[in-house]
């Protein structure tokens, strides 16, 4: 990890577009030579040491995604901001738009629903438990394959996901309202059934499944 002044970081950030904020000011960057800094801020009551785990993991993570040929960003520096008490993770820009945003612009939506039943089982055979799986940190790419972003919070196993882990990281999937009306546009059953099916599960099985699947999301 490497120590950044103010003058420095102050460099690195200029002229870039805020891509995210919070109350706390810009939180996501990205600069004119297609970088993303991305940074992560102590909070009073959370230790700064709880935020270079975040990081940390952010980094680990990339490279462990890297290691299974899942596409993610590539990172290039995690730098400690000694003055801003912030840690801050360079990496490059994927070309592409978030799965959400993909999905509002795109004359078929239905058919990126589809696509991300083998791409969740994909994720899921190679022991990958991303909790913060949702449609917009699902990178939809130039290349109209998926990549993963948001990466600090996943566990990664050397095994495919048990049914359990599975059947909650379906509740992770289907936080948002934004993405649930799209899962049952495409008919959230369906969308399960085709899933299990895929992920080696008998049709007794995959009956139960998909109750408990729903009985642990918001929606049905
Ligand atoms: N490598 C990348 N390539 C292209 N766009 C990216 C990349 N990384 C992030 N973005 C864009 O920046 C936005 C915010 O990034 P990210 O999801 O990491 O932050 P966040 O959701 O605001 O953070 P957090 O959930 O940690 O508070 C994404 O929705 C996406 O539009
Ligand atoms: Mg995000």
New binding site residues.
């Given amino acids: 990890m490497l120590q950044l002044d103010t003058q420095h970081y102050q460099n690195l950030i200029k002229d870039a577009k805020i891509?995210?904020q919070?109350e706390r000011g810009a939180?996501?960057y990205?600069t004119p030579n297609n970088k993303?800094i991305?940074l992560f801020r102590s909070r009073r009551k959370l230790s700064s040491a709880t935020f270079y785990s975040y990081a940390k993991h952010f980094v680990r993570n990339a490279r462990r995604l890297q290691l299974r040929d899942l596409d993610t960003?590539v990172i290039d520096n995690l730098y400690f901001v000694s003055d801003e008490n912030c840690y801050l993770v360079q990496?490059?820009?994927?070309?592409?738009?978030?799965l959400r945003?993909q999905l509002k612009q795109s004359q078929q939506p239905m058919a990126l629903i589809q696509d991300l039943i083998p791409y969740l089982n994909h994720l899921h055979n190679k022991g990958v438990f991303f909790r913060?799986i949702h449609f917009?940190?699902i990178?939809y790419q130039a290349n109209h394959k998926f990549?993963l972003?948001?990466i600090?919070d996943m566990n990664i196993y050397p095994w495919s996901l048990t049914f359990w882990q599975r059947v909650r990281n379906f509740r992770h999937l289907s936080r948002y309202p934004e993405d649930q009306m799209y899962l049952q546009q495409f008919g959230f059953d369906h969308f399960l059934q085709q899933y299990f099916n895929l992920a080696g599960y008998k049709n007794w099985q995959i009956k139960c499944l998909i109750n408990w699947t729903q009985s642990r999301t918001a929606f049905r």
């Fill in positions: 891509l995210e919070d939180k996501v990205e993303i991305k960003i990496y490059s820009k994927l070309e592409g738009v978030t945003e913060s917009g940190n990178l990549a972003i948001d600090a």
